[in-house]
T-cell receptor, first 108, second 116 residues
């Protein structure tokens, strides 16, 4: 399994854009990059997934450079309710491997 | 549609006792997964059901853990006898097909197990 490295924590303010970069240097050809969000006392919630280039949905954007050795999750105009742990995963089958994640704290 | 439901949400038991956790997947989802986060560690895969069959139980820590999914609907995870190191949060997830990881899983809110 490809190992991922992401910052332990990030602070932001309401209305700002938050970008979380994840490194996955040994990503394999068949691997996809997936991000989950987790609030306290809840299970992980799928945010977005991509293979290469850029993916956008109603929640976030995912930027993946051509070499795929890193990826950046972009959360536009965050609010207090976006305070959560964000996990970057490299997946190729049903066995998800969660790391420590990035704790994002949004302040007023 | 109802999400993945787990209960109890919390359980406190004494070392040596038995506890059974239950997961109700989204209706129609053949694939059901158990994960857990023990204290201070990361969320880890435990096992995977397709309908009532165990497809992969490589993540089960030892034979004190028994998972079942009779009838291919809800699943139970029994810990017998429980040890202190079993404390943590147990999550269940489901998907319609085996490639559900491509569109993301729906996780339940988890059962927080505390063994004292």
């Amino acid at each position: 399994l490809a190992k991922t490295t992401q910052p332990i924590s990030m602070d932001s303010y309401e209305g700002q854009e938050v970008n979380i970069t994840c490194s996955h240097n040994n990503i394999a050809t068949n691997d996809y990059i997936t991000w989950y969000q987790q609030f306290p006392s809840q299970g992980p919630r799928f945010i977005i997934q991509g293979y290469k280039t850029k993916v956008t949905n109603e929640v976030a954007s995912l930027f993946i450079p051509a070499d795929r050795k890193s990826s950046t999750l972009s959360l536009p105009r965050v609010s207090l309710s976006d305070t959560a742990v964000y996990y970057c995963l490299v997946v190729f089958d049903y066995k998800l491997s969660f790391g420590a994640g990035t704790t994002v704290t949004v302040r007023a | 549609e109802a999400g993945v439901t787990q209960f109890p949400s919390h359980s406190v038991i004494e070392k040596g006792q038995t506890v059974t956790l239950r997961c109700d997947p989204i209706s129609g989802h053949d694939n059901l997964y158990w994960y857990r986060r023990v204290m201070g560690k990361e969320i880890k895969f435990l096992l995977h059901f397709v309908k009532e069959s165990k497809q992969d139980e490589s993540g089960m820590p030892n034979n004190r853990f028994l998972a079942e999914r009779t009838g291919g609907t809800y699943s139970t995870l029994k810990v017998q006898p429980a040890e202190l190191e079993d404390s943590g949060v147990y999550f269940c997830a489901s998907s319609q097909d085996t490639a559900g990881w491509k569109s993301g899983y729906t996780f339940g809110s988890g059962t927080r197990l505390t063994v004292v």
